[in-house]
């Protein structure tokens, strides 16, 4: 298996345009999660689904952010306006959450710098 | 928030043991730790987890104590790929279906010195 993959590597753009973040999880996982990493705040939660559906969305920062599952093997997040504080490393994760273990598999990440 | 502390930095000698250390006092019955590791511009690895008992892995060993307030990871002979930033997570339970999450806090940064 080629492992999490996330699209593009790196973003830069400028305040006020859209970004749109995509992720391919593992397959067979059926869990998928998003996280944004700082030097201020480390590794946080965004959002995470089971089974294409969103279970905890509390660490959304705002109205701008939104994910979506359109189906097992696709996942994006969007933020429109971005903002420059939005600027960090987003990682998406999957996990097969059966038994008592659901490892999180990561992928490589995105960088996103607004400008 | 973070349910568990660690130092914020450690180093150690190449070939000798790496202890870890993590404090989870407020850990609840059912919580599991984790370990992960994030080397430099990676995304964070799975080590090990458990719940009560020590582990042991072709990675590393987790000891943890019989209160489960503390655990400790183990690199029996760190090298200098070991170097990285070592998160102690709780996975909590959100609910009483399937649903949890891991709590991360902002990790020990491990370097392995030649």
């Known amino acids: 298996d080629a492992g999490v993959i996330q699209s593009p590597r790196h973003e830069v753009t400028e305040m006020g345009q859209e970004v749109t973040l995509r992720c391919k999880p593992i397959s067979g996982h059926d869990y998928l999660f998003w996280y944004r990493q700082t030097m201020m705040r480390g590794l946080e939660l965004l959002i995470y689904f089971n089974n294409n559906v969103p279970i905890d969305d509390s660490g959304m920062p705002e109205d701008r952010f939104s994910a979506k599952m359109p189906n097992a093997s696709f996942s994006t997040l969007k933020i429109q306006p971005s903002e420059p504080r939005d600027s960090a490393v987003y990682f998406c994760?999957?996990?097969?959450?059966?038994?008592?273990?659901?490892?999180?598999?990561f992928g490589p990440g995105t960088r996103l710098t607004v400008l | 928030d973070a349910k568990t502390t660690q130092p914020p930095s450690m180093d150690c000698a190449e070939g000798r043991a790496a202890n870890l250390p993590c404090n989870h006092s407020?850990?609840?019955?059912?919580?599991?730790v984790y370990w992960y590791r994030q080397i430099h511009s990676q995304g964070p690895q799975y080590i090990i987890h458990g719940l009560k008992n020590n582990e042991t892995n072709e990675m590393a060993s987790l000891i943890i104590t019989e209160d489960r307030k503390s655990s400790t990871l183990i690199l029996p002979h760190a090298t200098l790929r070991d170097t990285a930033v070592y998160y102690c997570i709780v996975r909590v339970q959100l609910n009483a279906g399937n649903n949890r999450k891991l709590i991360w806090g902002l990790g020990t940064s491990l370097a392995v010195n030649p």
């Open positions: 407020t850990i609840s019955g059912n919580e599991y």
């Open positions: 994760a999957s996990s097969w959450g059966g038994k008592s273990s659901d490892t999180q598999y």
